[in-house]
């Protein structure tokens, strides 16, 4: 079955960088545009990021955009998130998933990692 198992997190001071990683497997890695999300305590799920299967086409989202940088390495089955320049209100869960390339639909989840900044 499809797992994916996310790493990185951690408490960082604000302008400081982390670097997530999520390593998958159970699905032909190479095949599959990524995403990262985050949740934080009384909000909505937020789309941060999103990798197409090649790595050539990357979107943000307008909170992240500039700060933030998503990557992937097909050998390694790992897609990555570099932040940089963090914020409090970065302070969330984060979660990788992988985006079903009929539908669009993110459909396979990771246990999200916690980055929390502090002031």
């Known amino acids: 079955q499809v797992q994916l198992v996310e790493s990185g997190g951690g408490l960082v001071q604000a302008g400081g960088s982390l670097r997530l990683s999520c390593a998958a497997s159970?699905?032909?890695?190479?095949?599959?545009?990524m995403g990262w999300f985050r949740q934080a305590p009384g909000k909505e799920r937020e789309r941060v990021a999103r990798i197409s299967t090649s790595g050539g086409s990357t979107y943000y989202a307008d909170s992240v955009k500039g700060r933030f940088t998503i990557s992937r390495d097909n050998a390694k089955n790992t897609v990555y998130l570099q932040m940089n320049r963090l914020e409090p209100e970065d302070t969330a869960v984060y979660y990788c998933?992988?985006?079903?390339?009929?539908?669009?639909?993110?459909?396979?989840w990771g246990q999200g990692t916690q980055v929390t900044v502090s002031s």
């Open positions: 998933a992988v985006r079903d390339r009929y539908d669009g639909v993110y459909r396979y």
């Open positions: 159970g699905l032909t890695f190479s095949n599959y545009d």
